[in-house]
């Protein structure tokens, strides 16, 4: 046995036995980052999947298009695109929860053509009160 590595392990072995037995070390970034709350990282009405879908979009920036084809492509593991039913289920999981709000009037383009409809994605009393505002707001115009 190579006896630094004996020592390393020896070290490692009484340092487990006197301190916590697990590291979790936290980033400190200074740009190019988005605030999680823990209570999302933590809601267990969602799948893990939903939660990381929800973090990624609060990661995009607030006039961000949510696109389906953007989101298989981008939600996909190693090149391989996440499946159209399995990005259904998210939005479902993450609309029940929440954290998700498909308005009801599908946009138009300038050509005449359907355009995408408008999603709100936020913590649950953020999404509720933009839902509301914008309920209030198509009412009286």
Same mark, same amino acid.
């Given at each position: 046995m190579?006896?630094?590595?004996? @020592?390393?392990?020896s070290?490692?072995?009484?340092?487990?036995?006197? !301190?916590?037995?697990?590291?979790?070390?936290?980033?400190?970034?200074? !740009?190019?980052?988005?605030?999680i709350?823990?209570?999302?990282i933590? @809601?267990?009405?969602?799948?893990?999947?939903?939660?990381?879908m929800i973090?990624?979009?609060?990661?995009?920036?607030?006039a961000?298009?949510? !696109?389906?084809? #953007?989101l298989?492509? @981008?939600?996909?593991?190693?090149?391989? %695109?996440?499946?159209?039913?399995?990005?259904a289920?998210? %939005?479902?999981?993450?609309? !029940?929860?929440?954290?998700?709000?498909?308005?009801?009037?599908?946009?138009?383009?300038?050509?005449? #053509?359907?355009?995408p &409809? &408008?999603?709100?994605?936020?913590?649950?009393? @953020?999404?509720? #009160?933009?839902v509301?505002?914008?309920?209030?707001e198509?009412?009286?115009?």
């Amino acid at each position: 046995m190579n006896t630094a590595m004996g @020592d390393f392990e020896s070290s490692l072995v009484s340092q487990h036995k006197t !301190r916590r037995p697990h590291v979790i070390i936290k980033p400190k970034a200074k !740009r190019n980052f988005c605030l999680i709350p823990n209570e999302l990282i933590c @809601d267990t009405q969602m799948s893990i999947e939903a939660r990381g879908m929800i973090v990624y979009l609060l990661a995009k920036p607030p006039a961000w298009e949510l !696109r389906t084809l #953007a989101l298989v492509r @981008d939600l996909g593991c190693m090149g391989k %695109r996440l499946g159209r039913r399995k990005l259904a289920r998210l %939005r479902r999981e993450a609309t !029940r929860a929440g954290y998700m709000a498909r308005l009801p009037v599908q946009t138009h383009r300038a050509n005449g #053509a359907w355009g995408p &409809f &408008f999603y709100i994605v936020g913590m649950p009393r @953020d999404v509720a #009160a933009e839902v509301k505002r914008r309920q209030r707001e198509a009412e009286s115009s």
